[in-house]
């Protein structure tokens, strides 16, 4: 089965850090059961030479598909002005599908520690 990505942008501060809940929804708007299965995230430059970061990723609650992304205010201090993500999801079977992309916009933070 081939997925169509949700598309959604994220802001981000730089040097500080970020998180994102997210849930799955399949097209009758139940949410997907993610038990067994693995989500990867990751943060890469336009032309995909250059991995910024991968996401931390939390299982908030597998059988709705709630899941959270998160990024440590040290990953941020590298970004790019903009940069591109996306969440790969692998069912208990090994199929692999994206389901999320979107831009990284960072915002400058002017305060620091």
């Known amino acids: 089965m ?3 990505p949700g598309q959604h942008n994220i802001t981000v501060q730089r040097r500080a850090d970020y998180d994102l809940q997210l849930q799955f929804k399949d097209s009758a708007g139940v949410g997907i059961d993610l038990t067994g299965w693995t989500a990867y995230a990751q943060v890469w430059d336009a032309s995909r030479t250059t991995k910024y970061a991968d996401f931390a990723i939390t299982y908030v609650d597998r059988a709705t598909g709630q899941i959270r992304i ?3 205010d040290m990953q941020t201090t590298t970004f790019p002005n903009e940069a591109y993500y996306d969440v790969l999801l692998e069912d208990s079977g090994g199929l692999r599908n994206y389901y999320l992309e979107g831009i990284v916009y960072v915002s400058e933070g002017y305060t620091a520690p």
């Open 2 to 4: 081939s997925i169509q």
């Open 70 to 72: 998160a990024l440590t």
